[in-house]
């Protein structure tokens, strides 16, 4: 896989840890660089973790799949990135202030939450070449610098931006998926 498309991935799929980063700057004004550190970390970390471990799950399943696997890692790609197109347009801008964004429950929650899309999408990993360990650290690094931009947008800017990202990583996700099922449709 190209790097410029793992990059557009990992963009991707770090639009929802950066809508979570966003609430949480709005929620902490006053947040540290350090406490910002920790959120973005744990965002990182799991959004990281999630695409390794739908890898190992795809290997195992990828000789059952290997007749139709760029069908079926374009479906998974569409669908993640229509859940989240149509996840902005559905959700509402209420966003609870008394919520504590640091607290390791909330947090282990918020991590949990935005990076189960990334599980699905390391399921169809398995079924392109990539390097896993190249890939893993991409998605980690770019998750933890969306969610530090995210906190500091959440305390400069509110959430004017959240939804059109939030599009645009789905959009993003299909494109992707577009392309691999084009490439390997062009190969044969």
């Known amino acids: 896989m190209e790097i410029i498309t793992l990059i557009f991935i990992a963009i991707g799929l770090s639009v929802d840890s950066f809508a979570v980063s966003v609430s949480s700057g709005l929620m902490m004004c006053e947040i540290t660089f350090r406490k910002a550190t920790r ?4 965002l990182a970390f799991f959004q990281a973790l999630m695409p390794l471990i739908g890898w190992f799950i795809g290997k195992r399943i990828e000789h059952l799949v290997e007749s139709f696997d760029h069908w079926l890692a374009f479906g998974l790609l569409t669908l993640i990135g229509g859940k989240m197109v149509y996840e902005s347009f559905a959700n509402g801008d209420d966003e609870k202030k008394n919520i504590n964004p640091l607290d390791p429950k909330v947090l282990l929650g918020m991590s949990l939450a935005t990076s189960i899309d990334a599980l699905i999408v390391g399921v169809s990993f398995a079924f392109i070449s990539i390097n896993l ?3 893993t650290f991409v998605i980690g690094f770019v998750t933890f610098v969306v969610s530090m931009l995210g906190i500091y947008f959440g305390k400069k800017t509110g959430l004017r931006f959240g939804k059109k990202m ?6 993003i996700l299909f494109l992707i998926g577009v392309k691999i099922l084009f490439e390997h449709l062009l190969a044969q």
């Open 166 to 171: 939030e599009i645009l990583g789905g959009v």
């Open 39 to 42: 959120i973005a970390f744990s």
């Open 133 to 135: 360990y190249i890939t």
